[in-house]
């Protein structure tokens, strides 16, 4: 699973260039098998509906980088100090928290 972990981690950042925006925390994933994994965005406010929106298209820019029988999704969460929510999970972002 290191080279899905790998290829998830490069996906997403390149999915993230230019995509973070103030509220969004850190973005985590966890894998659930060798073709499941969620992505999870940690933002300290609620997001309005065109943020939303933006995690939506970050999550299709991953989607397209993956096999047509991969199953990935997203879930939101409000949260300023983020934890990792499962063992399998890991950091693809991180924002300083001052």
């Not at 993230?16 to 965005?41: D, H, I, W």
Request: aromatic share 12%; charged share 25%.
């Amino acid at each position: 699973m290191n080279n899905l972990r790998s290829d998830i981690v490069l996906s997403a950042n390149r999915a993230l260039l230019g995509q973070v925006f103030p509220e969004l925390v850190a973005v985590s994933c966890t894998m659930y098998n060798e073709r499941k994994f969620e992505l999870t965005f940690f933002v300290d406010s609620a997001p309005p509906a065109f943020r939303e929106e933006d995690i939506s298209c970050i999550e299709t820019e991953v989607i397209a980088d993956f096999p047509e029988n991969f199953e990935i999704s997203h879930r939101i969460v409000l949260s300023k100090r983020a934890a990792l929510p499962a063992p399998d999970a890991f950091w693809i972002f991180l924002r300083k928290l001052v």
